[in-house]
């Protein structure tokens, strides 16, 4: 299928039902999943790039790209307002304990997306080395990991799609990982 | 007169005699050594003397040499004449186990910051620095990196072959 036939397709619905009455509708359905229809669809970054990732995000944001196709325009140069940290580059371990500080200022719910080789395990060049974090999730937990060197933007798009997903599925933690053990088997 | 390196060198050897050593020109650069308690002395004079005026410190960093047994740690300073773009190079050797040279934050303040990173990333003491602690690595860092018994890469991996990297 078409990607973006995939995208309308896992987009067009709303949580809700609508039923229809003489006077005009009425919105029924369960709160959570209207709830969790609406954050997916109004996700704010925090501008945050450590190295040459935040390139890729940046191109992401701006005309060609455009991630605010898909709710993500309004890029926050503060925590207190963001929704979503997009961990752009490698992590030194002079700025894991930044990033911690920034993830908790962030209010919840919160979510991250690695991307990169550098944020998903350290990176292909630095991966040994005597300042780098190896891997973003030692310090924050993530949600989407993106691989490339850099990811090119529609991957990024494609990480911000998933984090939708992710989203207006609703389950914790513990059942995405029971699930994706069930579909395995 | 236009300044050139045997100029530089005719005064350097006036001025100091034998302390100064070495002397060599390659890629047409003055380069030459001193002993490391006279790193100042040599300096202050490229820095006051009228014709030579290396008024400008392009550079400061160390090397580590294991095998140089006795004097593993070279100071390397850079500078600039500003007026004629001239440069010269010059180092001073320490021992790995009391490497303490004197601060040049005296006579240049853009020593402070790479003094720092010397520190860092060798362990070399400035002697008379206002304010030597890291700059780049974090502060409970226990050891110099850029020291060569710290090993570059993890040793056991083999999915990186040196063929594939060119070397």
Not at chain 1, 102 to 123: F, N, R
Not at chain 1, 135 to 152: F, L, Q, S
Not at chain 2, 23 to 41: H, I
Request: glycine share 6%; proline share 5%; net charge negative.
């Amino acid at each position: 299928m078409d990607v973006r036939e995939q995208i309308k397709e896992s987009n067009k619905d709303f949580a809700g039902q609508i039923i229809e009455t003489p006077t005009g509708g009425i919105i029924s359905g369960t709160f959570d999943d209207i709830v969790n229809w609406a954050r997916s669809n109004s996700l704010w970054p925090l501008t945050f790039a450590t190295s040459c990732c935040g390139i890729e995000m940046m191109s992401t944001a701006s005309a060609k790209y455009d991630f605010s196709r898909f709710g993500f325009e309004v890029a926050r140069a503060t925590p207190r307002q963001a929704d979503v940290i997009i961990i752009a580059g490698t992590i030194v371990n002079k700025m894991a304990p930044v990033l911690k500080r920034l993830y908790d200022q962030m209010p919840d719910p919160k979510y991250v997306i690695a991307m990169g080789a550098c944020a998903i395990s350290g990176g292909p060049f630095f991966y040994n080395t005597y300042s780098v974090v190896k891997g973003a999730d030692h310090v924050i937990p993530v949600d989407v990991y993106i691989p490339g060197c850099p990811p090119r933007p529609e991957a990024l798009l494609h990480s911000l799609i998933a984090l939708q997903e992710k989203i207006k599925l609703g389950w914790t933690r513990a059942q995405i990982r029971e699930n994706s053990l069930a579909s395995k088997v | 007169m236009a300044l050139t390196n045997d100029i530089i060198q005719q005064k350097l050897q006036e001025k100091f005699g034998d302390a100064v050593t070495n002397f060599s020109q390659p890629y047409g650069m003055l380069t030459f050594e001193a002993p490391k308690e006279m790193n100042l002395k040599v300096m202050q004079f490229l820095y006051d003397d009228d014709q030579l005026a290396f008024r400008f410190l392009t550079d400061l960093c160390a090397v580590h040499f294991p095998d140089n047994k006795g004097n593993e740690l070279a100071v390397v300073y850079h500078l600039h004449n500003l007026v004629e773009n001239v440069r010269i190079r010059f180092r001073v050797f320490t021992s790995i186990d009391q490497p303490d040279v004197f601060t040049a934050t005296q006579l240049f303040s853009s020593a402070n910051w790479q003094e720092r990173e010397t520190y860092d990333f060798y362990g070399v003491n400035f002697v008379g620095h206002p304010n030597l602690k890291r700059i780049l690595n974090v502060d409970e860092m226990d050891y110099f990196p850029m020291r060569k018994e710290f090993p570059l890469e993890d040793q056991v991996r083999i999915d990186k072959d040196d063929e594939m990297f060119g070397r």
